[in-house]
Every structure is written in structure tokens, then in C-alpha cells.
């Protein structure tokens, strides 16, 4: 069985409609495919009725936008209640966020390249959530980058005098929320260097107030971060999860490049009852 937990489409910052985000995991041999879109439960319908169809088994997901002492930190969170008032004004909190965010960095850039929040809004088409992959695409448009990796690394990294920081809640406060949701929160993507690098203490702790697993096997992990990741997940008994992470052609992460296991898929339902 193969399954892959943690995608993203167009209800966020993927390139393509829940749908087909379904049919080409189908087409890439899944047997069980998750979206998690970033704060966002938008895509779960349309998404839901395509799997099925392809006979697919359906995740439904988010990937939370948290933060730890300012730094940014994301649970995947598998399964959480679509109707839970508290989840989803958490999530939607954190949505408008990244809106407002990027209206601010759109204003900046606009000073020194022509680029307004219509041509972004354009390359945004129906998200719910708007962030800075849709003013990398815009700024590849323009001809100002390449692509969306050229983007992050210059003018939308964190180090850019254009990059303007958005809510998000303290981690610890998420995770209480998300169980209440009924959610089986992960860490994703931890030992991404530069990006959502996350220590052993922060973890720990976080181990002790009901993360249930982390995301190991992830392309922007060294072997040397898996080593380190593996070790911790053993000594915390979490569960060691693995996925693509894919965004159509918005990354270069490809369905099915990394998986979830099985037994850890199955010990993953049993947190969630």
C-alpha cells in the first residue's frame, strides 16, 4: 500500500484543483493520498468526491501555520474535524494573516518592480489561502525571477528587506486545539534547514503536549536530519511518517517520492480513534 499523506493544491499554493491533485495520485500508483492545504479545508469536497471515484482512500488534512518564540513551525494535521468552531477560526485567523501579510510585501515590491495585487490575485485564481508562492509566480511573470525557488531565496526569503512576518499561533496552543478537533497533529517537514528547522528540546516538549508523530522521510532532509529525527521519534514514541509534500508543478516534490509506512499509517488512525 502505498500512501501519501501531506499535498497541496490549488486551495492553497499548489498549481492544481483538489481534483487533480486526486487523479495524479492515481496516476502516480497511491492507494491512499491526504490534502492538507495551508490552513484551509476548502479543497476536502471536491477532493473527497475525486478519490472516490478513482477509488482512492481519502486523508482529509491541514498544514497548520505555527510558531515557536517567532520562529515558524507546521503541523501536518491529519483527520481534524471540518465543523470544529475552534479549529477553524483558528485556521482562519491565521488565513486572513497570510492575506494581509502578502498585501504588505506586494505594496514593498511594488516600489521597485511593477507588480501590483491584481496580477498576484490573478496567479492566486480561486486559493483560499494567498501567500508569497503567488507572488513568486507573479515576480516570474514580471521576469523578475526565474522561478519559485529563485523568488524565496532572494526577494521573499526571510532575510529580504521585503519580508514581512504574519500571525500564527504559539505551537503549544495549536496542538491543544487540534486534539480537541479530533486531529492527529505531525511535525512536518522539522529538519528543514533554513526553512522549519526545529531542535530536540522544542520536540521534547512538544512530545509531552500531544504531537503524535513526525514527518521524516521529506525531500529537504539530509540523511543526517533523518538519522537525528529517527533517533528522536524512537525515544519519544512518536511515529515516523513520510510524504511528498507536492504542489504540482509549484516544487520539484513529486507524489509518492516519500511514503508513510503501513504500520504507521494504521498506528496514525488508531491515535485518532
Partial sequence: ?????????TASDGTESPAEVMRSAAEAGLDVIGLS??????GWPEAAVEAADLGLEFVPGVEVSC??????????????????????AMIERTRV????????IVALLS????????????RAENAETIGRPHIADALV???AVSDRDEAFVSLLGTH??????????????????????????????PGAEGRTLVSDDVITDLAARGLVGLEIDHRDHSEAQKARLAGLAQRLRLIRTGASDYHGSGKKNRLGENLTSPEAFEALREVRG
Avoid at 500500500?1 to 493544491?9: A, E, L, V
Avoid at 492545504?37 to 476548502?42: G, K, R
Avoid at 510558531?67 to 477553524?88: K, M, N, T, Y
Avoid at 516600489?111 to 490573478?122: C, F, I, K, Q, S
Fill in 1 to 9: 500500500m502505498r500512501i501519501d499523506p501531506h499535498t497541496h493544491s
Fill in 97 to 104: 494573516a497570510r492575506v494581509d501579510r502578502a498585501r504588505q
Fill in 160 to 189: 529580504s528587506p521585503y519580508y514581512r512576518p504574519h500571525y500564527a499561533p504559539e505551537i503549544a496552543d495549536a496542538l491543544a486545539v487540534v486534539r480537541a478537533a479530533g486531529g492527529v497533529p505531525i511535525l512536518a517537514h
Fill in 37 to 42: 492545504d495551508h490552513d484551509t479545508t476548502q
Fill in 67 to 88: 510558531q515557536r518564540a517567532g520562529r515558524s513551525i507546521h503541523l501536518l494535521v491529519l483527520w481534524p474535524s471540518g465543523e470544529d468552531p475552534d479549529f477553524l
Fill in 141 to 143: 511573470d514580471i521576469g
Fill in 111 to 122: 516600489e521597485d518592480y511593477e507588480l501590483d495585487w491584481d496580477r498576484v490575485a490573478l
